[in-house]
């Protein structure tokens, strides 16, 4: 693998995506085409976000349809792209949209065995189904049960089947694991799920907090996570993502 390749190509899509949440989509194509031809994964993320922006929903299924046909990039890559494209429609509140493009991306994981369960799991959720997203995150924390993402998705999923003292106890569950990660995946999980028990302040304080201790890059994933969507119009979360100075 060809680290510094890998790196520009990241740094590229991330750069694009800032230019998309400023509205300065004119310029996204001169900083994609920074990233080396054989990386396509991460020029298509930005696409994708800007046709989802901006409504341009034939050009989206044209492009899909031109990256399946081309083999351009993996199929668990393309898998992953179609679970973008119903979170990213999720966020800009056109259910039908998200849950299309969500069945799309269940209908081809069951496929292809390849997938992490964090995909699979997340795939689910945004299909609204969220007992399916439930299990498949029980299942994997049978295997590492301080998987913050599946802590996570299972918390969500909880308060959202209802099932709130359930959320709770996952709450408590994370707040006990002592293993230390590098980016504040730990704190990230609490925010998710406060946020879905629509505990918006508490919500806040560990979004801040993941952001201290270094989940901070890229900064706009707090704006383009699917579980913060309870908090937008929150001024306190509106503050942290859009910070004046």
């Given amino acids: ?47 994708i976000y800007a046709h989802v922006l901006r409504g341009e929903h034939d050009s989206l299924r044209v492009l899909m349809d031109q990256l399946t046909g081309q083999n351009a990039i993996t199929p668990r890559q393309l898998d992953s792209l179609h679970v973008l494209i119903a979170e990213k429609y999720s966020l800009i509140h056109d259910t039908a ?50 998987d913050w993402e599946m802590l996570s998705r299972l918390g969500c999923s909880f308060t959202r089947m209802g099932l709130l003292s359930k959320a709770h106890e996952i ?5 006990s694991i002592k293993t230390s990660y590098v980016r504040g995946e730990n704190s990230y999980a609490l925010a998710e799920i406060y946020a ?12 801040k ?10 900064f706009g994933l707090y704006e383009e996570d699917a579980d913060f969507i309870p908090l937008h119009g929150y001024t306190s979360y509106e503050e942290f993502i859009r910070p004046k100075d």
């Fill in 1 to 47: 693998v060809n680290y510094d390749a890998v790196w520009k190509a990241w740094w590229a899509k991330a750069y694009a995506i800032c230019l998309i949440r400023l509205g300065q989509f004119n310029e996204i194509r001169q900083v994609l085409n920074a990233i080396p031809s054989n990386y396509p994964f991460f020029a298509n993320e930005p696409i």
């Fill in 97 to 146: 949209r998200q849950l299309h493009w969500s069945a799309l991306a269940i209908q081809r994981i069951k496929t292809n065995q390849k997938n992490s369960s964090s995909l699979v799991s997340k795939a689910y959720y945004m299909a609204n189904k969220f007992d399916k997203s439930a299990n498949i995150a029980q299942h994997a924390l049978a295997n590492n049960n301080t």
């Fill in 171 to 175: 709450i408590s569950r994370i707040e």
């Fill in 196 to 207: 879905a028990l629509g505990e918006k302040e508490k919500a806040v304080e560990y979004m």
């Fill in 209 to 218: 907090k993941a952001f201290k201790e270094g989940r901070a890059i890229p």
